[in-house]
T-cell receptor
Framework: GAGVSQSPRYKVAKRGQDVALRCDPI?????LFWYQQALGQGPEFLTY????????KSGLPSDRFFAERPEGSVSTLKIQRTQQEDSAVYLC????????????FGDGTRLSIL | SQQGEEDPQALSIQEGENATMNCSYK?????LQWYRQNSGRGLVHLIL?????REKHSGRLRVTLDTSKKSSSLLITASRAADTASYFC????????????FGGGTRVLVKP
């Protein structure tokens, strides 16, 4: 059984470029989350989808960050006009939904902005 | 911002010893979860304890929750070298939907 898959695993971009990070959740999982993890820190919440609806985007740092999940399955996190402070690991997680379901994480995309 | 504080930040023990780490949080919660993260990998769910539970066991793991003190502890008994990882507590806050708020983690090194 496949887990959560994220691509690419590593992304290097020059400051000012746009990047797109992909997440394939576990089949049947209605909830999908994006987190940002700085080196040596715990993950910080970015945004949450239930099926295709983005129910919470309170953690997105700026309007340069945009996430979508148009068909309620695959999700893409897009960062426009990247800046050095965007360098981090971006983690995607999915769950069956509800408050008592564990979240299943992918291995993340390590983004480095030069 | 991160809700929780974890203590200690780092822990080094010999194989076979027990490892204990603590987590404090700030708001009312639905549940508290513990995750493990190996270097360069995603987080793996270990155990979930509901707000109305005080203690829970899973294999070599024992979790306690004290909602009056807004704190939790994770005990790993008879540690193994393979337990070397970072451990994070995460809270599912009552007013925050289903998102998790993580602590800063405890880095555990188990020496063979």
């Amino acid at each position: 059984g496949a887990g959560v898959s994220q691509s690419p695993r590593y992304k290097v971009a020059k400051r000012g470029q746009d990047v797109a990070l992909r997440c394939d959740p576990i089949s049947g999982h209605v909830s999908l989350f994006w987190y940002q993890q700085a080196l040596g820190q715990g993950p910080e919440f970015l945004t949450y989808f239930q099926n295709e609806a983005q129910l919470d985007k309170s953690g997105l740092p700026s309007d340069r960050f945009f996430a979508e999940r148009p068909e309620g399955s695959v999700s893409t996190l897009k960062i426009q006009r990247t800046q050095q402070e965007d360098s981090a690991v971006y983690l995607c997680a999915s769950s069956l939904g509800g408050s008592y379901q564990p979240q299943h994480f992918g291995d993340g995309t390590r983004l480095s902005i030069l | 911002s991160q809700q929780g504080e974890e203590d200690p930040q780092a822990l080094s023990i010999q194989e076979g010893e027990n490892a204990t780490m603590n987590c404090s949080y700030k708001t009312s919660i639905n549940n508290l979860q513990w995750y493990r993260q190996n270097s360069g990998r995603g987080l793996v769910h270990l155990i979930l304890i509901r707000s109305n539970e005080r203690e829970k066991h899973s294999g070599r793991l024992r979790v306690t929750l004290d909602t009056s003190k807004k704190s939790s502890s994770l005990l790993i008994t008879a540690s193994r070298a393979a337990d070397t990882a970072s451990y994070f507590c995460a809270t599912d806050a009552k007013a925050a939907g289903n998102k998790l708020t993580f602590g800063g983690g405890t880095r555990v090194l188990v020496k063979p």
